[in-house]
């Protein structure tokens, strides 16, 4: 069964610092992976998808993700942290048929100035 | 641009009445999903549909029930309310490709956050 561990449930970080939200996952089969982000009190919105297309993922915000077949890892980063990125962050796992996601448990990301 | 709109952001329920969430997606969706969202358990699926009358159970179906007469509407039901049903619901659709297997991007609501009292 498709699995996905997120690390940390609350990350800080000072404005203008690298962000790390570590993932990993566990596919029986070749993954599709997910990275959402949802600010208070919103739905989820994407940030980027992993295809096996690149193994490097661009996404929205400055965002991106690099998928790692032999650690088993999908982890986000973005250069630069800015106040608008608080948000709780959320990676997945696709279950194969159907589109159904197996979701982290969450990492909240705190900006601070 | 693409929507998912939920019918409510916040409904207040007694414990014991039944409760139904809306949900309408305009992309033209097979695919429609009720995540349940609670503090450190991220989400976790109630019931698929992928198709009009058709569903599946997902991970934690207890207690729900679901109804998918139209293609853009998928409505959640709680049968008889119990507290441990407050939580943030979350809708999502997201398109099918035909023969495949491959996940395409599930786009959300803005979520219901039910409190059952």
């Known amino acids: 069964a498709q699995s996905v561990t997120q690390l940390g449930s609350h990350v800080s970080v000072s404005e203008g610092a690298l962000v790390l939200l570590r993932c990993n996952y566990s596919?029986?089969?070749?993954?599709?992976l997910f990275w959402y982000v949802q600010y208070p009190n919103q739905g989820l919105q994407l940030l980027l998808k992993?295809?096996?297309?690149?193994?490097l993922v661009k996404g929205i915000n400055g965002f991106e993700a690099e998928f790692k077949k032999s650690e088993t890892s999908f982890h986000l980063t973005k250069p630069s942290a800015h106040m608008s990125d608080a948000a709780e962050y959320f990676c997945a796992v696709g279950r194969g048929g159907g589109n159904k996601l197996t979701f982290g448990t969450g990492t909240q990301l705190k900006v601070e100035l | 641009d693409v929507k998912v709109t939920q019918s409510s952001r916040y409904l207040v329920k007694r414990t014991g009445e039944k409760v139904f969430l809306e949900c309408v997606q305009d992309?033209?969706?097979?695919?429609m999903f009720w995540y349940r969202q609670d503090p450190g358990l991220g989400l976790r699926l109630i019931y698929f549909?992928?198709?009009?009358?058709?569903?599946e159970k997902g991970d934690i179906p207890e207690g729900y029930s679901v109804s998918r007469e139209k293609k853009e509407r998928f409505s959640l039901i709680l049968e008889s309310a119990s507290t441990n049903q407050t939580s943030m619901y979350l809708c999502?659709?997201?398109?099918?490709?035909?023969?495949?297997?491959?996940?395409?991007?599930?786009?959300f609501g803005q979520g219901t956050r039910l409190t059952v009292v």
């Open positions: 992309m033209d969706h097979e695919n």
């Open positions: 596919s029986s089969v070749p993954p599709y």
């Open positions: 549909s992928y198709d009009v009358k058709m569903k």
């Open positions: 992993y295809t096996s297309a690149a193994t």
């Open positions: 999502a659709s997201s398109f099918y490709l035909q023969g495949t297997s491959v996940n395409t991007e599930a786009f």
